[in-house]
């Protein structure tokens, strides 16, 4: 398949009308079969009534006129209307039936492909997170999937509207085409104009309505989050943001407001054409039938006369309607480019991947390894050579901003070097499945992130029904969270976070580093990797960590970042950062030895511990 590139978003891909109707069809056989049958009693049933009136009213025209005793007309017509009213009858219930049945279940099509949308969130490339661009097209795929009109949903609903519409077209097409091919050739030249013009506004209604507001949507969303969530109300009200925030946020709804504005302009032009056009077919309607009965060039009954006249009118309306639809078949499409855009974003080939190597003494290493951040106008590391040997202990140090970090990304394969490579066991990393890869590592970040799920599930990462409890409780009391354990009623069962339970329960800052202590001890991974678990500790909570998870972890290789030295002199070997580079390596005596930065920044720190020996702070 070949994919043209949209100008605005470089991570945009056409994907075409019919490659689209083969993806929705596609996900509707997949998610509910059924649907097609209702879609089609629905569709017909819809295109019979609309012409059903036309021919009940020729034949209650024709019995009217028609020399016949009145008592056998009133006869007559009273069989035909309640002939007429029990198909019409028949016909509505049989669609309102299939109608009803058919539209939860598009909903629950759409539902499958949210999910696959936001699994696909949930395994998008971790650097992706921080492209605007990637963001955008997440928006995109967001809305293509959130509404029953547009997009995803919106392209079922108009298949079925095409559907219907084509069928009474072709039917009113030939009643026409008896009458008078002249007029056929009018009102098809009448509604492919309507339809060119409804393109354009579609188009533009597009590109310049919708697509500009991606971002927009993208920062009222995080608008909403920053006012709602408690993690940052207590700065917006010591700090006095309220109207600062405000003003943001006024600035935002503007631009939706404008572009709004514009929607609402390109439809009222698109109306008065439409309507403009709707006048002149009716006009021309009226002339041919007019000239056919007066000119008697084609004599017909009074009844023959309404049946076209209602054929005339239903095919110009179902022709204008087709098209139209066909546009916004055509624009819900360019919607799904948007979803499928994103589904297909930098998906990564699965095949000549390797299976991870069946040993825990994995030698992990770093071979001229750069990383700029996209956009930086310097590396944030550089040319880092470096080895994580098996079953080692490496302490990485440095000031802020030195390269830790981002160091720690790059071995967890959150980013992709910009340059050099890094190995395991000798095979560059990106052979393996990113998955799998993930799985060797017990991480702990700096910043822990509670889910609003119970206390054991936040230790496993698993359901209950998967959680090894017992495990659960050991690894939270090694992580010193023995007493809060305790003191909660529910123990492992308690909620996190009051937003799925009213009783939901909230840790301090330590905890939640604690929390997360016992998450890779749960996990329990060949790596671990410490990025300062232990900034939110007080001193002796953090010297009994290390002494417990240094014995705990026994063999495994780990790397902990911290910013107290101290607590990393236990390490088999200390890397000592600088401005993105690798300034010094060794162990703790030799970096002393050696008398530079390393043995600088640990005087420093034990002068500050002599000088203030409650001192719970860094030096830095
Ligand atoms: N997502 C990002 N985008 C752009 N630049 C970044 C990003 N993250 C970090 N940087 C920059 O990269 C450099 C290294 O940052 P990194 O977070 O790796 O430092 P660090 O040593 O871990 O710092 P700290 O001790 O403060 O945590 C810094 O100059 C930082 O500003």
Redesign the pocket.
Same mark, same amino acid.
């Given at each position: 398949m070949t994919f043209k590139e949209s100008k605005d978003n470089p991570l945009h891909r056409d994907f075409g009308l019919w490659s689209n109707t083969r993806f929705v069809l596609n996900r509707m056989r997949k998610y509910c079969p059924i649907v097609f049958l209702l879609a089609f009693t629905d569709l017909f049933c819809a295109s019979v009534q609309s012409y059903l009136g036309g021919f009940l009213s020729k034949f209650i025209m024709d019995t009217i006129t028609i020399d016949l005793p009145l008592a056998e007309k009133q006869h007559r017509l009273i069989i035909i209307i309640i002939i007429g009213a029990l198909v019409a009858l028949a016909f509505s219930f049989a669609r309102i039936i299939a109608g009803s049945m058919v539209w939860p279940r598009y909903i629950y099509i759409r539902t499958g492909v949210i999910h696959e949308r936001v699994a696909k969130a949930m395994r998008m490339n971790y650097a992706l997170l921080?492209k605007p661009e990637a963001l955008d097209l997440h928006q995109r795929a967001q809305n293509s999937t959130d509404g029953n009109n547009n997009g995803f949903e919106g392209m079922m609903h108009l298949m079925q509207d095409l559907g219907k519409n084509l069928f009474t077209t072709i039917v009113t097409f030939t009643a026409v085409l008896v009458l008078d091919f002249r007029l056929i050739l009018a009102l098809t030249v009448m509604g492919v104009l309507s339809f060119l013009y409804y393109r354009v506004i579609l188009k533009k209604d597009k590109k310049e309505v919708w697509d500009r507001l991606a971002p927009v949507w993208r920062k009222s969303s995080y608008m909403a989050r920053v006012t709602q969530q408690p993690e940052y109300a207590k700065d917006i009200r010591l700090f006095s943001m309220v109207p600062f925030l405000l003003k943001k946020q006024r600035a935002v709804f503007e631009t939706r407001e404008e572009r709004i504005d514009y929607h609402q302009d390109l439809w009222n032009r698109n109306m008065l054409f439409g309507q403009a056009m709707n006048v002149i077919c009716r006009f021309l309607t009226y002339a041919v039938l007019y000239f056919a009965v007066i000119r008697e060039i084609n004599p017909m009954s009074i009844g023959s006369f309404t049946l076209y006249l209602a054929l005339a009118n239903a095919f110009s309306g179902a022709l204008i309607y087709l098209l139209q639809r066909f546009g916004d078949f055509n624009r819900a499409s360019m919607e799904v480019d948007d979803l499928r855009s994103f589904l297909e974003m930098n998906s990564e080939s699965t095949e000549d991947l390797l299976p991870l190597p069946e040993t825990d003494s994995l030698e992990l290493q770093f071979h001229d390894v750069s990383y700029r951040?996209p956009e @930086?106008e310097k590396d944030?590391l550089s040319h880092l050579n470096l080895t994580l040997h098996p079953g080692e202990k490496l302490a990485v140090v440095?000031?802020?901003? @030195?390269?830790?970090?981002?160091?720690i990304k790059l071995l967890l394969r959150l980013y992709d070097p910009t340059e050099g490579l890094i190995t395991l066991n000798g095979t560059d990393i990106r052979k393996y499945p990113r998955e799998d890869y993930y799985r060797l590592f017990s991480p702990v970040f700096?910043n822990v992130e509670l889910f609003a799920l119970p206390l054991a599930e936040n230790v496993s990462m698993l359901p209950m029904q998967e959680t090894d409890r017992e495990k659960a409780a050991t690894c939270l009391r090694e992580a010193g969270l023995a007493d809060k354990l305790d003191e909660l009623p529910k123990g492992l069962d308690t909620e996190l976070l009051k937003i799925a339970s009213e009783e939901g329960v909230d840790l301090s800052g330590g905890e939640k580093q604690k929390l997360a202590l016992a998450r890779a001890l749960y996990k329990g991974a060949p790596v671990v990797v410490l990025d300062?678990p232990t900034a939110a500790l007080d001193a002796l909570a953090e010297k009994q960590l290390y002494e417990r998870f240094d014995r705990m972890i026994g063999k495994k290789s780990a790397v902990y970042?911290s910013?107290r030295l101290a607590s990393t002199r236990f390490c088999d070997r200390i890397a000592m950062?600088m401005d993105?580079r690798l300034e010094e390596y060794g162990t703790h005596d030799e970096l002393m030895a050696k008398g530079g930065e390393y043995a600088h920044l640990f005087d420093v720190q034990a002068q500050y511990y002599r000088e203030h020996p409650e001192g719970e702070e860094d030096a830095e």
């Open positions: 921080e951040y @930086a944030a440095g000031l802020n901003g @030195a390269g830790k970090t981002t160091m700096q300062e970042i910013h950062f993105g």
